[in-house]
């Protein structure tokens, strides 16, 4: 079945530095791409997609862009601040049935130093 | 407006015995999912919801889980005789819309089985 292939964490950074988290996926289709965010104490965000090849999702500083030839979708971000602390989770969307079934990655702890 | 809510946050309970989760909605969203979510992974879809029909329970690891959703709105994730290897998060979301709709999520039911 599809699957997302996250880089493992944790990662941890200064404030202002540039960052990138790897994302790969495999998928039979065509899916939607997406970058999910977990701040302390608080339930999945969604903070960007991209719905096809080419596509540019961004979103407060960060962006992604689909990339079919390579399968992977890396979020980036150029400075980061210690607000951008969370758990990042990239996931593609499987349509079946009707359904938008996300598929998830393991998650990327990111921690920000002041 | 309100997001979607899970009810209890957290749950304990003993090996063997049955529990219910409990998600809302946010109001006017016909489809709704539930998710799984263990100890440094990503949410794995377990099913979901267009209207009161459980249009994909593909997730559901057996039969001791069973969910419903009878009037359209609240749901309700059932584990028969829980197992050790149940404890995790329980997520829900909703979206406007089967297709090409946002997910929502709450905020979890962290389940302990002991």
């Known amino acids: 079945g599809d699957s997302v292939t996250q880089m493992e964490g944790p990662v941890t950074l200064s404030e202002e530095a540039f960052l990138t988290i790897n994302c790969t996926y495999t998928?039979?289709?065509?899916?939607?791409l997406f970058w999910y965010v977990q701040y302390p104490g608080e339930g999945l965000q969604l903070l960007l997609k991209?719905?096809?090849?080419?596509d540019k999702g961004s979103n407060k500083g960060f962006e992604a862009t689909y990339r079919k030839e390579t399968t992977s979708f890396h979020l980036e971000k150029g400075s980061v601040q210690v607000s951008d602390s969370a758990v990042y989770f990239c996931?593609?969307?499987?349509?079946?049935?009707?359904?938008?079934?996300?598929?998830f990655g393991q998650g990327t702890r990111l921690t920000i130093n002041p | 407006g309100a997001g979607v809510s899970q009810t209890p946050s957290n749950k304990v309970t003993e090996k063997g015995k049955y529990v219910e989760l409990r998600c809302d909605p946010i109001?006017?969203?016909?489809?709704l999912y539930w998710y799984r979510q263990s100890l440094g992974q990503g949410p794995e879809f377990l099913i979901y919801?267009?209207?009161?029909?459980?249009?994909?329970d593909s997730g559901l690891p057996n039969d001791r889980f069973f969910a419903v959703r009878p009037e359209g709105s609240v749901s309700t994730l059932k584990i028969q005789r829980t197992e050790r290897g149940d404890s995790a998060v329980y997520l829900c979301?909703?979206?406007?819309?089967?297709?090409?709709?946002?997910?929502?999520f709450g905020p979890g039911t962290r389940l302990t089985v002991t």
């Open positions: 979301a909703s979206s406007l819309s089967s297709v090409a709709s946002e997910q929502y």
């Open positions: 998928a039979t289709g065509y899916p939607s």
């Open positions: 991209a719905t096809k090849a080419d």
């Open positions: 996931a593609l969307s499987e349509n079946g049935q009707g359904a938008q079934k996300l598929v």
């Open positions: 109001s006017g969203h016909t489809a």
């Open positions: 919801f267009q209207g009161t029909g459980a249009a994909d």
